[in-house]
């Protein structure tokens, strides 16, 4: 074991490690406005696309820190809509002259297509908007699907993306003709968040079950789970449900958008709620999930991190979280299970 990892073991529960990982927490909060503030100096109308209506606890985490953001800018959301939910036509009837914002996550590139697909045709049907991809990271591995983005990218000049881990924005600028920016996860903007219930097991294990799982990540014997799979609430079905009428009857838009915007937020609060939840039921956490990640470290819980299928959690690490206290990076599982035995111990 290398000497920070063995002070990082040593040092996980105690207050002062509590308080350099909320500095932390600050201090990405603080570099995530001071990178986009002033990309929106003097806009005062958004539309944001691509708000989540699913189960997946970080890109709900996420809608809500750009919602926060938005809030302190003073920047009113004219515009919103999930992947089911876009209309060229609406969007162009409550955007005006603002400014159209691409929701930050994981799906830039070929892993999730239909978001891949909804990016282009926004840029396609307005092409001479300017248009921001909040902080994402990016995966291609389909040379045909890379094709067409380069195509997509490089045909709209007012189009900037923003990346949240170094490895994104070096594939990015190799790429495409595009700027390209490094920035934070905007779950950062929620700041440090309070731990909602008390540990009832040692160690609780939140492991993909999806296409990014990595093969190493058998949390066997274990508490485990997946956010991501869990029973939607009645209200998140209740806004899945406004959302497809809305698809199915685009003029629902006219009196509905504005109550789903608001259902939508309060949905994804719950969500968010939920997945604290679930990570404050251990005294440490394992996870593959970025936003594992990211919300264990908002809640103070020491942690430790695997990566996903193709380096995602990683390079972020990597990028701006490897000095945490609070957390630990392991190769495999089994380095995962060693490592939070010794904090226990």
Sequence with gaps: MSAARAQRTRTAGSAEAAARAES????LGDTLER?????????????????????NVGDSAIYLGTLALLRRAAITLCYACSVETYSRRALARRLGDGTILLAGGGNLGDLWPVHQQLREQVLADFPTTRVIQLPQSLHFGDPGMLARAQA????????TMLLRDERSLAAARAAFDTPAVLCPDLAFALGPVRRPVAATAPVVWLARRDREAAPNSDASGHVTFDWAVQ??????????????LM?????????????LLRLGAIASRGRVRMGCAMLAAGAAVITD??????????LGIPHVVLDNSYGK???????W??????????????DAVRLVAQWAS
């Design 152 to 159: 997509a990218f490089g045909a709209h000049r007012q189009f």
């Design 231 to 244: 029973p939607p609430s009645a209200l998140s079905r209740v806004e899945r449900m406004g959302h497809a």
């Design 24 to 27: 932390l927490v600050r201090a």
């Design 35 to 55: 990178t986009l503030r002033p990309m929106l100096a003097g806009v005062s109308r958004v539309a944001l696309l691509d708000v989540p209506t699913h189960q």
């Design 313 to 319: 959690v990683r390079s972020f690490y990597e990028t």
């Design 247 to 259: 698809s199915a009857h685009p003029r629902l838009e006219l009196v509905a958008h504005g109550p």
């Design 289 to 298: 999930r970025l936003h594992g990640h990211i919300l264990s470290l908002l």
């Design 321 to 334: 979280t490897r000095d945490a206290p609070i957390v630990q990076w392991a190769d495999s599982a089994a």
